[in-house]
């Protein structure tokens, strides 16, 4: 979609601080951190959010959370990290292509504000 903020940066249209790509998914830094780690990661394919995902995008759902996890991993975040899923406008989702964040590198509270 032309008119989508996380679209316009998989195909580099907009920059990025890209930290991994592969067929599917797109993983970059998030542009205002809330922790020391926070990645968004995203699938290549637009997807509005998870509420607009199908039953036949469970791979795919898999695979942004597999990926969070070689994430911290590669990180280091051996204290433990978050993967949130903002959904609607009740949760805060502002940009609506479905992207996972993977925040970590401090204490996290919970629940979350
Ligand atoms: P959400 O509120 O769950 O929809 O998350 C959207 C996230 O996208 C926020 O954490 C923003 O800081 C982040 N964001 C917005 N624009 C950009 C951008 N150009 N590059 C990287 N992250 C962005
Ligand atoms: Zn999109």
């Known amino acids: 979609m032309s008119d989508c903020l996380f679209c316009r940066i998989v195909a580099g249209e907009i920059p990025a601080r890209k930290v991994y790509e592969d067929e599917r998914l797109f993983a970059f830094e998030d542009i205002k951190p809330g922790a020391p780690t926070h990645i968004l990661i995203v699938p290549k394919r637009h997807l509005a959010g998870l509420a607009e995902a199908a039953d036949g ?15 911290a991993q590669a ?11 903002n959904v609607g406008p009740d949760a ?22």
């Open 92 to 113: 805060g989702q502002s940009v609506f292509h479905l992207h996972l964040h993977l925040l970590g590198g401090r204490p996290l509270a919970w629940p979350p504000g």
């Open 57 to 71: 995008d469970a791979a795919l759902l898999g695979e942004l959370q597999l990926r969070a996890a070689a994430l």
């Open 75 to 85: 990180r280091g975040l051996h204290g433990g990290y978050r993967t949130v899923v």
